[in-house]
């Protein structure tokens, strides 16, 4: 079974910085892309930024410059580091995983974790 758990979250003054982390266990075969998501209080579940298992990375236009995402693939974990961190920054934030698992190593599946807060005051 694969789990994912998030870490990092909590309250923070606008303009501070936090750093998420999730890792992942399980009976894993091997990881491709990696990301984090975030889903603010009545809005939709959105893109924070990506990572591939070669390290290139993809972020929403908002985030840019501001947030950092990478991964430590011996430790099966991604980092996202939140800089000059907004109000409108507030947001449980997820991290996924397209990975396969050992006994379906062919089969690649998206996995979520629970989520983590982050709360930026003004």
């Known amino acids: 079974q694969v789990q994912l758990v998030e870490s990092g979250g909590g309250l923070v003054q606008a303009g501070g910085s936090l750093r998420l982390s999730c890792a992942v266990s399980g009976s894993i075969f091997s990881i491709n892309a990696m990301g984090w998501y975030r889903q603010a209080p009545g809005k939709q579940r959105e893109l924070v930024a990506t990572i591939t298992s070669g390290g290139s990375t993809n972020y929403a236009d908002s985030m840019k410059g501001r947030f950092t995402i990478s991964r430590d693939n011996a430790k099966n974990t991604v980092y996202l580091q939140m800089n000059s961190l907004k109000p409108e920054d507030t947001a449980v934030y997820y991290c996924?995983?397209?990975?396969?698992?050992?006994?379906?190593?062919?089969?690649?599946?998206?996995?979520w974790g629970k989520g983590t807060l982050v709360t930026v005051s003004s």
């Open positions: 996924n995983a397209a990975l396969s698992t050992g006994s379906r190593w062919y089969e690649i599946m998206d996995y």
